[in-house]
């Protein structure tokens, strides 16, 4: 399994960006599918966005798209989410997670991958 480390969350205020980054340690990177995860306090887990191996693949939840992009530098073993136009409700810890899989389909759901990083968190002011 590769070791996920994710940075660049932070405090902004609504209408800001912020760029966050994963990276992975450990070989076959190129293998894994990835997504952001998001938990808000006293709520779920919350899938945000997943790529597919060479990045040719996304699929966002409805409550990002349009303003949040998921995008994958294999060369670099790193993921990344480019947050624009952020609202107070984006306020989460963001987790990156990846499994390795021969197939690509949206996986949504946080069971259906076994790779976590620790999280790190994102603050949106009104």
């Known amino acids: 399994q590769v070791q996920l480390v994710e940075s660049g969350g932070g405090l902004v205020q609504a209408g800001g960006s912020l760029r966050l980054s994963c990276a992975a340690s450990?070989?076959?990177?190129?293998?894994?599918?990835m997504a952001w995860f998001r938990q808000a306090p006293g709520k779920e887990r919350e899938f945000v966005a997943t790529i597919s191996w060479s990045g040719g693949n996304t699929y966002y939840a409805d409550s990002v798209k349009g303003r949040f992009t998921i995008s994958r530098d294999n060369a670099k073993n790193t993921v990344y989410l480019q947050m624009n136009s952020l609202k107070p409700e984006d306020t989460a810890v963001y987790y990156c997670?990846?499994?390795?899989?021969?197939?690509?389909?949206?996986?949504?759901?946080?069971?259906?991958?076994?790779?976590w990083g620790q999280g790190t968190q994102v603050t949106v002011s009104s």
């Open positions: 450990g070989r076959a990177f190129s293998s894994y599918v």
């Open positions: 997670a990846g499994i390795r899989s021969g197939s690509y389909y949206s996986r949504t759901r946080s069971s259906e991958y076994d790779c």
